[in-house]
């Protein structure tokens, strides 16, 4: 094997530990040679659209009669005939508002 030379210019720059390396704009040529990079807006025009038909159908089947005016003693109470609307309400209405943003948010 061959060993190193005593005063590599490049085992110098890495030992201490400098953050770049002078590379006569190879790196910047190279990224600017990439190809620009796709916006992809289908995904969150899709999710939105998914969310809309959710809502349209959580409209339609959820439980609107069952659910009774909601007051401090109906959470003690503890009575499940109460309750389940309300809690199927609001766990509908949790994953729709989190789809919307989630969409609205949507980075690549």
């Known amino acids: ?3 190193p030379e005593e005063n590599d ?3 110098v720059l890495l ?4 953050a770049h390396i002078d590379d006569n704009g190879f790196a910047g040529r190279v990224l600017a040679a990439l190809p620009q990079r796709r ?3 289908l995904r969150p ?3 939105l659209v998914v969310t809309a038909i959710g809502s349209a159908l959580a409209i339609h089947w959820l439980p609107w009669e069952n659910l009774s005016v909601p007051d401090l003693s ?5 009575n499940s005939q109460v309750l389940l609307p309300w809690l199927l309400v609001l766990s509908v209405t949790a994953t729709l508002t ?3 943003m989630a969409a609205a948010q949507w980075e690549d």
């Open 9 to 11: 210019p490049l085992d």
């Open 15 to 18: 030992r201490e530990q400098n």
């Open 45 to 47: 025009i899709f999710l």
């Open 74 to 78: 109906v959470p003690l109470a503890l």
């Open 98 to 100: 989190w789809a919307i």
């Open 1 to 3: 094997m061959n060993q």
């Open 39 to 41: 916006r992809n807006w």
